[in-house]
């Protein structure tokens, strides 16, 4: 008899965020809310990542290397990715998932490896678009790396009050005003 394929933690992550980010509901979550979209069940969950915080801390690693560093692609400008990360990483689909968002980084900030994790990411996030803000002609911003850092909190500021429909602030119209202000 041939075993099932088993799949990659990357696989298994992929799915759960996934099945994370189609949530409606905004209570917390259980390994058994997503061990039917990991394809695996909440026992499997426990044995490959050991808790639900060994499983918040896998998915913040992935998290964490699926943000770009580097050179850019060939061909591709500083600007066009800059408007292209701001739009993935901070456009969610509703109201419901600003807020979902929110909620999973305050409950975060309880459990010290995830707090580590967390500032890593955001460390690597205000990075990127500080190499992707230095690659474009924008005359008025004096320090890059400054400026990324001020980007990023300005972004996670307008996912929230995007959340609570606080004006017209999403993240994208918050990039149109730094870069105005910049060039």
């Given at each position: 008899m041939v075993r099932p394929r088993r799949?990659?933690?990357?696989?298994?992550?992929?799915?759960?965020?996934?099945a994370l980010e189609q949530r409606a509901d905004l209570t917390p979550w259980s390994l058994?809310?997503?061990?039917?979209?990991?394809?695996?069940?909440?026992?499997?969950?426990?044995?490959?990542?050991g808790s639900k915080l060994g499983l918040l801390q896998a998915l913040t690693r992935r998290?964490?290397?699926?943000?770009?560093?580097?050179?850019?692609?060939?061909?591709?400008?500083?600007?066009?990715?800059?408007?292209e990360?701001?739009?993935?990483?901070f456009g969610a689909d509703s109201a419901a998932g600003a807020v979902y968002a929110l909620s999973e980084v305050l409950s975060?900030?309880?459990?010290?490896?995830?707090v580590a994790l967390l500032a890593e990411g955001w460390r690597r996030?205000?990075?990127?678009?500080?190499?992707?803000?230095?690659?474009?002609?924008?005359?008025?911003?004096?320090?890059?790396?400054a400026g990324g850092t001020l980007l990023l909190d300005a972004l996670h500021g307008s996912l929230f009050r995007s959340a609570v429909?606080?004006?017209?602030?999403?993240?994208?119209?918050?990039?149109?005003?730094?870069?105005e202000m910049w060039r």
């Open positions: 799949l990659t933690d990357d696989e298994l992550l992929a799915r759960i965020v996934g058994q809310d997503v061990a039917p979209a990991a394809g695996i069940g909440p026992a499997g969950l426990i044995k490959r990542f998290w964490i290397e699926l943000i770009p560093h580097g050179p850019l692609p060939e061909g591709r400008e500083p600007e066009a990715e800059l408007r990360y701001v739009s993935r990483e975060e900030l309880q459990e010290p490896e995830l996030q205000a990075a990127r678009l500080a190499e992707l803000l230095a690659g474009m002609d924008l005359p008025h911003l004096a320090d890059a790396e429909k606080l004006g017209r602030t999403s993240p994208l119209t918050t990039l149109e005003h730094f870069l």
